[in-house]
C-alpha cells in the first residue's frame, strides 16, 4: 500500500511517515489539516494511476509532465483549491506507492521528481475524491448543466461524475438507500432524480429531501459506481485508440504490450471521502461507514491481490467507536468467524491490520491512534471527544450543587 509525508503545507507541519491500508480514518479539530493531506493523498494516487495506465497528456507520458512545467503543484492547487500561500520554500511532499514515488520540495512553482518503480502488479484504479460539499448535486436541482466553473476542478469533476454514475439506477432497478431503509432512488432521464418513499405515493425530487438523505445520496451512489467498475473495462478514449494503432503500424510497438500498458482493466479502487457522517443520526452514521466498507470489501474480492483504499475524514465520535468495532470484528472473525458474523454482518468484516487511524493536532502534527496492544483506538483518544463537554458539566453541577 502507499505511504506519505507532508511538510509545511497550509496548516500541516510535519505528518511523518503515514502508512495506509484499506480502511484509514483521519479526525481532527477543524482547520488542522485533514482535508489537506486527504487531497495532496488523493492526487498522489491518482498521478500513480495516470502512471500506471499509460495516460498522455499533450503527447506526454504522465510520469514527464508531471516532473515539468510546475504541472504537479499548478494542478493540485487547482484542483483542489489550495492557496498559493499555503506552500513555502520548506515545504515537502513524499508519496511513495505501490508503482512510483513523489518527491516535490519548496514553493508551488517548484517541480516534482517521480520515480517509476516499474512495480505495479495490478492495472487500472478508479480514484474517487468526494468532497463535503457534495450535497450540492441534492439541493440543487440541474445542478449537472448549470454548475459553471472557470477552472476544472473538484466539485466540477464531482458534479461531473455524479451525472455519469447516477445512469444505473433506474425505476426498475432504483438504489436502496442505506441511512433510510424504506428510501429508493432512481434517475429518469425526462424528470431527473427522484426518490421512492413507502406511503408517499409519488416519488419526489432529492431537492425535497432531509439535509441527511442529500449528503449520503450522493456518497453511496459514487461510493457504488466506482467499485463496481472494478473488473470492468475501461472506457477507452478515441485518441488512446489510435495512438496505439500507430504505434502497432510504425511497429513501435507491440500489440499485446500496448494493450497491457493501457491497463484496459479496472483493477481496484480508491476512495477519498470527507466528513463522511455529514448531517446523519449516530445510528446512520454508522451504517453507512459498515455499508461503505462493505462495497469496498466487494470490490476486493473481486479482484484478490489487488489493493482497493477507502481514506476519511470526520469529527464523529460515533465514526471512531463503528470503526473500532469493525476492528475488533476482523480479530474475533479469526478466532470464530461464525459467531462474529451474528455481530457484525460478514460481508464488512475485513483481514486484521486492514485499518489505520490518525488523529491531526491542533500544532500540525499527525499520530497514529491505534493501540496496536489490543488493536482498537486508543481509548484516551475516544474519551478526550466527550471530556470536554463533561469537564463543563462537571463545574456546572458544583455550582447547581453547591448551594443546596
Known sequence: MASIQIKNIGPLKDTGVLDFSTVNLLIGKQSTGKSTLLKILSFCHWIEKAVISGKKIKGQTAKYAYSHYYRFSQELMQ???LPE??????????????????????????????????SANCGNVKVSFIPSERNL???IQNVETDYKQRVYDMMLNFVREWDEMRQAYTIDRPLHLTVVPDMEYFYDPSKGDLI???????????????????SSLPLEVIVKGVTDK?????????????????????????????LKAKKLRYESSALFIEEIEQNLFPDAQSALLRETVAQVKRAQDKMPGCHNILAMTSHSPYILSEL???????EAAETDSEATAKTVPPECILPKNSFRAYLV????????IIDNGIYMINGNDLDALSG???????TLNEIIYSHE
Do not use: C, W
Request: no cysteine; proline share 3%; charged share 25%.
Open 230 to 258: 472494478v473488473g470492468t473495462t475501461v472506457n477507452v478514449s478515441t485518441i488512446d485508440i489510435n495512438e496505439l494503432l500507430n504505434s502497432i503500424a510504425e511497429g513501435t510497438e507491440n500489440a499485446l504490450s500496448g
Open 324 to 330: 473500532n468495532v469493525l476492528m475488533a470484528a476482523s
Open 137 to 139: 448535486v441534492s439541493a
Open 85 to 118: 500561500f499555503f506552500f513555502s520554500p520548506d515545504s515537502e511532499i513524499h508519496y511513495n506507492g505501490t508503482a512510483i514515488s513523489i518527491d516535490f520540495k519548496g514553493r508551488h512553482r517548484n517541480n516534482a521528481r517521480i520515480e517509476d518503480k516499474g
Open 196 to 214: 421512492r418513499q413507502n406511503g408517499i405515493k409519488e416519488p419526489f425530487s432529492p431537492f425535497y429531501a432531509s439535509s441527511g438523505v442529500q
Open 388 to 394: 470536554y463537554v463533561e469537564d463543563r458539566l462537571d
Open 361 to 368: 493536532t491542533d500544532d500540525g502534527y499527525v499520530r497514529n
Open 79 to 81: 484542483f483542489h483549491r
